[in-house]
């Protein structure tokens, strides 16, 4: 899978750093909860083992820190409405 940009997006996380790629994401600095939505598309092998298996793994870099909420969807109505 690889993060692409989407319709609300409006920044790019991790840009011009090498050792990251950068992440196009939706981010609301006025969002009490400081949330970034990122959108990540499939191609053909992933979409035919997602099909097999029903799994997805997440990596999250935490740095030694504390975990971070997640939430993962198919469906962009689940985070934006309209």
Same mark, same amino acid.
């Given at each position: 899978?690889? +993060? $692409? ?5 409006? &920044?790019?996380?991790? =840009? ?5 790629? &950068?992440? +196009?994401?939706?981010?609301? +600095? ?6 970034? !939505? ?5 191609? %053909? @092998?992933? #979409? !035919? #083992? ?6 997805? @793994?997440?990596?999250?870099? &935490? @740095?030694?820190?504390? %975990?971070?909420? $997640?939430?993962?969807?198919? =469906?962009?109505?689940?985070? @934006?409405?309209?």
């Amino acid at each position: 899978m690889k +993060p $692409i940009k989407f319709k609300e997006s409006n &920044t790019e996380l991790g =840009k011009d750093q090498k050792e990251y790629g &950068t992440l +196009p994401a939706y981010y609301d +600095p006025e969002d009490k909860n400081g949330i970034a !939505i990122t959108c990540w598309k499939m191609n %053909f @092998f992933d #979409r !035919i #083992r997602a099909v097999f298996s029903g799994k997805v @793994f997440i990596a999250l870099w &935490t @740095f030694n820190h504390g %975990f971070s909420p $997640i939430y993962t969807t198919m =469906k962009k109505k689940d985070l @934006f409405n309209g």
